[in-house]
């Protein structure tokens, strides 16, 4: 089955412990982007990866990084997490340069305390 | 810029009556246009897309969009609700012209549907 996962789906941490958010995608798409939902503001980008060693900031990268070494893999890494960073977040993935949609994982709540 | 518009976070409708989620874009040039919905505790998944051709697209579970570029707008339609249609929909747009990837989404609307 085509799909993106994400783990963890649940996560509680505090300020200024490091985690990593990970994804994965088994569609052999090139292009992969996170994306952070928050209520009134619908999907902001937060960083994306056009191919392998390819990554570029997308609306709200402060505060995460990203990392592209294999084409299935995506994470997302907060160095030193911070309340303002509780969030909903997504990771998606697509074929670039076609007209098509994104396929999601299932998302990751995060909460920083 | 692109950017795009959902007029209203939230719309109620009751059972059997029609759904209408209003989206409004603005573009230099015809965009490509999508909706989303989200079910509770899911990720997005996508309804339906305008690319080229027929500007009247229809998507899964029996919504439709239609294209219509005098008035910028790409508004989702059901005749009849369901329950099950209770979600968020997002409606997003993307650059038609090659070599860019950039998408941007609505705010979303939350719809309930009333028994």
């Known amino acids: 089955e085509a799909q993106v996962t994400q783990n963890p789906r649940y996560l509680i941490t505090v300020t200024g412990k490091k985690l990593t958010v990970t994804c994965s995608q088994n569609?052999?798409?090139?292009?992969m982007s996170w994306y952070r939902q928050d209520p009134g503001l619908g999907l902001r980008q937060i960083y994306y990866?056009?191919?392998?060693?390819?990554?570029d900031k997308g609306d709200v990268p402060e505060g995460y990084k990203v990392s592209r070494k294999e084409k299935r893999n995506f994470p997302l890494i907060l160095e030193s997490p911070s309340p303002n960073q509780t969030s909903l977040y997504f990771c998606?993935?697509?074929?670039?340069?076609?007209?098509?949609?994104?396929?999601f994982g299932s998302g990751t709540r995060l909460t920083v305390v | 810029a692109q950017s795009v518009t959902q007029l209203g976070s939230h719309v109620s409708v009751s059972e059997g009556a029609l759904v209408l989620l209003r989206c409004n874009y603005s573009?230099?040039?015809?965009?490509?246009l999508f909706w989303y919905v989200q079910y509770p505790n899911q990720g997005l998944q996508l309804l339906l897309k305008y690319t080229t051709g027929a500007t009247l697209v229809k998507g899964i579970n029996g919504f439709e969009a239609e294209f219509k570029k005098s008035e910028t707008s790409f508004h989702l339609t059901k005749p009849s609700a369901h329950m099950s249609d209770a979600a968020e929909y997002f409606c997003a747009v993307s650059p038609s012209s090659s070599g860019t990837y950039k998408y941007i989404f609505g705010t979303g609307t939350r719809l309930k549907v009333l028994a």
């Open positions: 569609m052999n798409h090139e292009y």
């Open positions: 990866s056009m191919n392998v060693e390819v990554t």
């Open positions: 998606a993935s697509r074929v670039p340069g076609k007209p098509g949609g994104y396929t």
């Open positions: 573009s230099s040039v015809p965009p490509y």
